[in-house]
């Protein structure tokens, strides 16, 4: 249930999305409200210069593989993540524009395994966007993170970045944004040989849209602080059969918690995760779809307490969707 309000200079979405779940085998599985999605979306304008945005999103799941985006499994095991960001954004001049904001982020585990670790995330983001030209456009911001974990000393990340987006075609769009990483545990500061970076291609067609993409950061894992690698991509296209949809999403990430200036009381791990998804919706009358996923996992560590794991996972559903305005 999603319901959306609005007026001239604010807008309000919040929703919920629960489900139940009858397993076949392993019957003590099964149960209803395991599987809970809370969100809320808040966007006002103070002035024409001046933007306040505020969200909340609540994921209450037993696929932990879905907690972060490096996307590690810890187990099939209920967990709970939730994040709350705020921004205030002011358009200085028509091609600069100022902006700070912050967030909290909350992933616990109600039965921690398999080197699962709660943490608290606070971060402060400071920055600066400024149209260069009618293509390219730059940006200098200052990312502060407090990364508090379950068994681990409280970890500080402080990332300078610069950033740029060009438009090298009407449909085709890059971007880079690129800084140090400096990180401070126990009292000790160590600048790392990584930098923070991302990067990617956009591309519009009349059919679809293609992206690809990688990033790096210093983050909060389900297994403690890590350098988390990602590379990305997307696929969604309109096909010659008129209702038809489909998406394809590959996903492959690197999570290190080996980390240099990083005290952890865990044992170093490198965890590899490959995650595809193809998925499809074909509208068969207005307001009926059949919908359908495939995604297969793959995940190796060098450490046994996470574990391998590969797993394929098909669903199928049959959807009917309606609006309701209320004046």
Same mark, same amino acid.
């Given at each position: 249930?999603?319901? $959306?309000?609005?007026?001239?200079?604010?807008?309000?979405?919040?929703?919920?999305?629960?489900?139940?779940?009858?397993?076949?085998?392993?019957?003590?599985?099964?149960?209803?409200?395991?599987?809970?999605?809370?969100?809320?979306?808040?966007?006002?304008?103070?002035?024409?210069?001046?933007?306040?945005?505020?969200?909340?999103?609540? &994921?209450?799941?037993?696929?932990?593989? +879905?907690?972060? &985006?490096?996307?590690?499994?810890?187990?099939?095991?209920?967990?709970?993540?939730?994040?709350?960001?705020?921004?205030?954004?002011?358009?200085?001049?028509?091609? $600069?524009?100022?902006?700070?904001?912050? &967030? =909290? $982020?909350?992933?616990?585990?109600?039965?921690?395994?398999?080197?699962?670790?709660?943490?608290?995330?606070?971060?402060?983001?400071?920055?600066?966007?400024?149209?260069?030209?009618?293509?390219?456009?730059?940006?200098?911001?200052?990312?502060?993170?407090?990364?508090?974990? =379950?068994?681990?000393?409280?970890?500080?990340?402080?990332?300078?970045?610069?950033?740029?987006?060009?438009?090298?075609?009407?449909?085709?769009?890059?971007?880079?944004?690129?800084?140090?990483?400096?990180?401070?545990?126990? +009292?000790?500061?160590?600048?790392?040989?990584?930098?923070?970076?991302?990067?990617?291609?956009?591309?519009?067609?009349?059919?679809?849209?293609?992206?690809?993409?990688?990033?790096?950061?210093?983050?909060?894992?389900?297994?403690?602080?890590?350098?988390?690698?990602?590379?990305?991509?997307?696929?969604?296209?309109?096909?010659?059969?008129?209702?038809?949809?489909?998406?394809?999403?590959?996903?492959?990430?690197?999570?290190?918690?080996?980390?240099?200036?990083?005290?952890?009381?865990?044992?170093?791990?490198?965890?590899?995760?490959?995650?595809? $998804?193809?998925?499809?919706?074909?509208?068969?009358?207005?307001?009926?779809?059949?919908?359908?996923?495939?995604?297969?996992?793959? =995940?190796?560590?060098?450490?046994?307490?996470? +574990?391998?794991?590969?797993?394929?996972?098909?669903?199928?559903?049959?959807?009917?969707?309606?609006?309701?305005?209320?004046?």
């Amino acid at each position: 249930m999603t319901l $959306t309000a609005q007026r001239p200079g604010w807008r309000l979405t919040s929703g919920i999305n629960t489900s139940g779940q009858l397993f076949v085998d392993e019957t003590n599985l099964s149960g209803f409200g395991k599987q809970v999605q809370l969100f809320g979306d808040f966007f006002y304008q103070l002035s024409p210069r001046v933007t306040i945005t505020a969200a909340d999103y609540l &994921s209450y799941d037993r696929n932990t593989a +879905g907690l972060t &985006s490096g996307g590690v499994s810890v187990g099939f095991e209920q967990a709970l993540r939730n994040t709350f960001t705020s921004s205030v954004r002011l358009q200085a001049t028509p091609n $600069t524009g100022l902006s700070i904001t912050g &967030s =909290q $982020t909350l992933i616990h585990f109600s039965n921690p395994s398999n080197g699962a670790e709660d943490s608290n995330t606070y971060r402060l983001g400071l920055g600066m966007d400024h149209r260069l030209t009618q293509r390219l456009a730059g940006g200098l911001s200052l990312g502060v993170a407090y990364i508090d974990f =379950q068994h681990e000393a409280p970890v500080w990340t402080f990332t300078p970045t610069v950033s740029l987006a060009y438009d090298i075609t009407r449909t085709l769009r890059a971007y880079i944004n690129v800084g140090p990483t400096i990180l401070t545990q126990n +009292g000790s500061t160590t600048v790392l040989s990584e930098p923070t970076i991302g990067a990617g291609l956009q591309q519009t067609f009349k059919w679809g849209s293609v992206s690809i993409g990688y990033d790096r950061a210093v983050t909060a894992e389900t297994i403690g602080a890590a350098d988390r690698q990602s590379i990305f991509g997307s696929v969604q296209a309109t096909t010659f059969l008129r209702g038809l949809t489909v998406g394809f999403t590959p996903s492959y990430n690197i999570v290190d918690t080996n980390i240099t200036g990083l005290k952890s009381t865990g044992a170093p791990d490198t965890v590899k995760t490959l995650t595809l $998804t193809l998925n499809a919706s074909y509208q068969i009358a207005r307001s009926i779809s059949v919908v359908g996923s495939y995604t297969f996992f793959r =995940q190796t560590s060098n450490n046994s307490s996470v +574990g391998d794991i590969d797993q394929n996972t098909v669903f199928l559903g049959l959807q009917y969707a309606f609006p309701i305005t209320i004046y």
